[in-house]
């Protein structure tokens, strides 16, 4: 863990049925992903909450945030529509994918209900 | 019993068929290689296989939906399991025979008494035997077995044996109308056609599809739009939606009769039970 990266993260890329003819379900599905990275030092943090959640309960908040998460991969590693997952078990998906000589900075969106 | 997933699965099935009549080791009837599933594409998987030149067909259940129950819930029997196992009576002796397979009931009568074992996993003719040799001569002293045969003493009358198998019974206690989309996802349009057009002639010949309960659901096409407005990022759309009427089902274990039981009794004048004075088994 370092000041400029505290937070460790997990990245899959999610994938759909293979075979030809009938195949299996298709979903998003965590089983389905396959590993990209792990143990990325990251640090994730939060830009302003102006998304609507697509639907809420009752008792959620209004809006949902969207997230900046920055790690050091290199260039091509990760792309659009892959998996984050933190060190506390939330996952993000990557809406883009943006790679500088800094590393990646990667504009995300939470996967909750 | 039958319900949503059973109907999107039959629907893929067609389709399967319908797209690769040969089998999946062959080319599909529309020259490009394609997925048919339920549910919707994962976009990623989405992106790379349109730029591979793979079509996806996904089947989905839409919003409409429409109650149509109108046929009484009465159980009709779906199947019948015949028994394995045999009983032969030869005057005083029983002999067990067949195969062992459960659930099965071998059932003897004897002075007017039923006498029940159900069979187990991991019997024996022999152990049958015993099991009712044992059950017998409770209220039959001298009944015994030697291995798959049961022998009653002298007095003993009326040696009935019987095996009583299973079955399953059906009913049907919701019906249903409710469309499906089954989209094409092709790369381009000629990809497109050359797949919707034998999924269309398949789905246009099918009047009813069957079910995994045996059960048949009524196919009535209902539309099939076309859009190319995804064209910018190589996407080639075509929706068949048809309605699908199904019946939700309901199934239960059967086990045969294999006695009857008659009880005689009066009553009081003013009392309020009966006091049955015999029972008599057939």
Known sequence: ?113 | MADLSDVQNALVAVTAQALYPAGTAQPSAAGVPCRVYAGWPVPASLDADLAAGITHVTVFPRDEERNTTRFPADWQTLSVTPPTLTLTVSGQTVTVGGAIAIPQNAVMLANGQPYVYALQGGDTLGGVATALAALIAVDIPGTVSSGAVVTLPADAHDLVARVGGHGVSIREIRRQVRHFQLTVWSDTPSHRDAVAQPMDVALAAMKFLTLTDGMAARLIYQGSPVSDQQQKPRLFQRDFIYSVEYATTQTADDTAITQDQLNVGVKVDGASQYDIISTTYY
């Open chain 1, 1 to 113: 863990m370092s000041f400029v990266y505290p937070r460790t993260i997990g990245v899959t890329r999610p994938s759909g049925p293979s075979g030809v003819g009938a195949v299996s379900y298709g979903a998003l599905l965590p089983s389905a992903e396959s590993a990209v990275a792990s143990a990325v030092a990251a640090s994730i943090q939060q830009i302003k909450a102006k998304r609507k959640l697509a639907r809420t309960l009752p008792g959620d908040a209004a809006n949902a945030p969207q997230w900046r998460i920055f790690f050091n991969l290199p260039n091509g590693t990760v792309a659009e529509r892959d998996i984050i997952t933190d060190d506390q078990g939330a996952r993000y998906q990557i809406a883009a994918a943006y790679w500088t000589a800094l590393g990646y900075q990667c504009l995300c969106e939470r996967l909750e209900v």
